[in-house]
């Protein structure tokens, strides 16, 4: 038999094997396309379009890709938000006593999960800009707004003259990212042991009550890991309101490449800042899941 200590020094010598096919191949791969590619990089060109002096404040501004990504992390976050609230609603109507309310929320995940994101997109797109929005003169009432509601607009929202698109941009994000936060929520009600349930209700608590005090927190620890995937999902997706002219990180980096004419600089750049917002967000929801337990667990013993 093997010794722990073998077992160990197996297992290292695979990894540093595996560590070495890794480098190989991507040595051989940047050889390939140093030699047959023939383009001429030119990553001196990128540091100006993210951060720039101004010429009246000398002070460091956002330059384009900077823009991009402000933008894409607004969407993101109020994208977010919304989907959230519109989710856990949904999702407590498809556990709910009621029928009308099942179908309601049944209707609203098949509906949203069998339809192209795009095409859902291009539909919240003309319904609220060109009519919803048109109607209610939204873009005139901001702009007649003082210095400092138009301040907090542009801090909250990006620039004013752009705010129906960003809302049709977010609404959209929500109404489909909030199908499957739907689903993730229901499923996090419905894996709470029924014995939980039972103990709630024989204790006399009302079906909000016993919603509010011993259902959810359980079944809040459940729900966060797919959460997290969820609204990384939402920051991935953020990039096909492109095609609606708002100008998040995907739109700014065609852009840039279509006038600077350099293509692999610009998309390996937006990928590695779409990269680490996800993983700042993928570590921060991981800690607060752990902080989560650790409560559940304490409160648990004590009870």
Known sequence: MFSSSNKGRRTGWLDILLIL?????FGWLLIKVKVNLQYNWNWGIIPQYLLLRDSQSNNLVPGLIMQGLLVTIRVSLWA??????IGTIMGLFRVSNSRFRRFLGWIYVELIRNMPILVWVFIVYYFLSDQLFQFLDLESRVMQGS???LAVTSLLFGAPDRL???LA???ALALYEGAYITEIVRAGIQSVDKGQWEAALSVGLSPFKRMRLVIFPQALTRILPPLTG???STIKDSSIISVISIQELTFQGMELMAAALITFEVWITVMLLYLVVCLACSLTVAMLEERLGRKYIQSSIAT
């Open 230 to 232: 969820q609204f990384i």
């Open 164 to 166: 129906p698109s960003f």
């Open 169 to 171: 941009g977010v609404v």
């Open 21 to 25: 096919t890794v480098l190989v191949g």
């Open 147 to 149: 210095p400092a509601t």
């Open 80 to 85: 977010s938000v919304l989907a959230l609230v």
